[in-house]
């Protein structure tokens, strides 16, 4: 049973330029979560979404950023016109079907470098 | 909103010590506690998870502990070993939100 997969593992781009992320939850996991993790701090959550519904966005920025998670293929992070302020660690968390609330698994993350 | 602190920031022992790491959140009404280590430059890794209405489980030399009503628990590890080496993480599932809220972290350093 493969883990949480995370592609690309490394990522640069020139500001302005557009970064897709994508995560692909274990295999019967249902729920996926983004989080994000800038130099030198620890884990901000951004959304929380299921197949074709975003749960929570809370911590999304209102700017540039968005989410996927389709009915076929993984979950996507968008951000658009890329900032240096967007150089971080972005993770991806899934877990399996939960009352209340689940255990999570995370993949070993996609490092965005914006120049 | 849920609040968690993780102190101290870094820890550095020696080799074959036990030690302690701590994590406080600030809402009690939880419904786990998961703890995680994270080495430089990669993801993180589940070791261990606490049901709310558990007070602790264990994995081998490691011990977590949960007071929902003081608002901590503890990572205890035993003998401690240089591949220990990491930062480890809490994260606290509160019920009233769909997410776990992480602390920043203690980074651990084991000298051999």
């Known amino acids: 049973n493969a883990g949480v997969m995370q592609n690309p593992r490394h990522l640069v781009r020139r500001r302005g330029q557009e970064a897709r992320l994508r995560c692909s939850p274990m295999k019967g996991h249902s729920h996926v979560y983004w989080y994000r993790q800038l130099p030198e701090e620890g884990l901000k959550f951004m959304v929380y979404?299921?197949?074709?519904?975003?749960?929570?966005e809370s911590g999304m920025p209102k700017e540039r950023f968005s989410a996927e998670f389709p009915k076929e293929g993984p979950s996507i992070l968008r951000i658009q016109q890329v900032v240096r302020g967007d150089s971080a660690a972005y993770f991806c968390?899934?877990?399996?079907?939960?009352?209340?609330?689940?255990?999570?698994?995370f993949g070993e993350g996609s490092r965005l470098t914006v120049l | 909103k849920q609040e968690v602190t993780q102190i101290p920031a870094a820890l550095s022992v020696p080799e074959g010590e036990n030690l302690v790491l701590n994590c406080s959140f600030t809402d009690s009404a939880i419904y786990n506690l998961q703890w995680f280590r994270q080495d430089p430059g990669k993801g993180l890794t589940s070791l261990l998870l606490?049901?709310?209405?558990?007070r602790e489980q264990t994995s081998g030399r490691l011990n977590a502990s949960l007071d929902k009503s003081s608002g901590r628990s503890t990572l205890y590890i035993a003998a401690s070993q240089p591949g220990d080496s990491a930062t480890y993480l809490c994260a606290v599932w509160a019920t009233n939100a769909g997410k776990s809220t992480f602390g920043d972290g203690t980074t651990l350093t084991v000298k051999p």
């Open positions: 968390a899934s877990s399996p079907p939960f009352k209340g609330a689940g255990e999570l698994f």
């Open positions: 979404l299921q197949k074709e519904n975003i749960i929570d």
């Open positions: 606490i049901q709310s209405s558990q």
